[in-house]
């Protein structure tokens, strides 16, 4: 059964800066599309970041200039570096991995951005 374990997540003052990872396992990472989606109270849940299996990347407008997502295929790892963090930014923060038919989620990682 493929796993996604999230990390990362904290409690961090705004214009702060957090790295959530992400890592895969029982599974051919490499070839699985990657991404972030995070879910705030009452809000559903939304994409905030995707990278191909060949790296190209997109973002949600609400984090463009301030998140990167990147991957490491030889570690089977996805990375969402968030900057200049926003009290809107708090959310719980879900890894995604899709390929074909298949599409899998971690169990999340709490972000919460608060002075």
């Known amino acids: 059964q493929v796993q996604l374990v999230e990390s990362g997540g904290d409690l961090v003052q705004p214009g702060g800066s957090l790295r959530l990872s992400c890592v895969g396992s029982?599974?051919?990472?490499?070839?699985?599309?990657m991404a972030w989606y995070r879910q705030a109270p009452g809000k559903q849940r939304e994409l905030v970041a995707d990278?191909?299996?060949?790296?190209?990347?997109n973002y949600a407008d609400s984090v463009k200039g301030r998140f990167t997502i990147s991957r490491d295929n030889a570690k089977n790892t996805v990375y969402l570096q968030m900057n200049s963090l926003k009290p809107e930014d708090t959310a719980v923060y879900f890894c995604?991995?899709?390929?074909?038919?298949?599409?899998?989620w971690g169990q999340g990682t709490q972000v919460t951005v608060s002075s």
């Open positions: 029982r599974m051919s990472f490499s070839i699985y599309a």
């Open positions: 990278i191909t299996k060949g790296g190209s990347t």
């Open positions: 995604n991995a899709k390929a074909s038919i298949y599409n899998y």
